[in-house]
């Protein structure tokens, strides 16, 4: 799975659903779905993990793949891309793909 662009977001809610207070989001330019235009970063800032309470703690019982939680920024993307890494050795791929240098 390429991770690039990775978005780093605060957490609105300072890790209270999240258990933590940075997101890092793979793909963040990536639409969030077929019938929405929003790409996943936008989902994030104004929907979801952001949105009301409600949703923070609906999108935090199941979280997508493509978004890890840190303490810091750089815990954050090294949770995403550690995990996508895993995923690529799992499928037998080449886990710095999609990674630049």
């Given at each position: ?46 929907e979801g ?31 995403l891309v ?20």
């Open positions: 799975m390429s991770t690039f662009p990775i978005a780093i977001i605060e957490d609105r809610y300072g890790g209270t659903y999240s258990h933590g207070p940075w997101l890092a989001v793979a793909c963040a330019d990536t639409p969030i779905d077929g019938s929405r235009s929003e790409s996943r970063a936008q989902f994030i800032l104004n993990p952001n949105g009301g309470d409600t949703d923070a703690m609906t999108f935090w019982f199941a979280p997508p793949d493509w978004i890890a939680v840190g303490h810091t920024p750089d815990e954050a993307r090294a949770f550690a995990r996508s890494g895993a995923r690529l050795r799992e499928i037998g791929g080449d886990e710095s793909e999609g990674q630049k240098a």
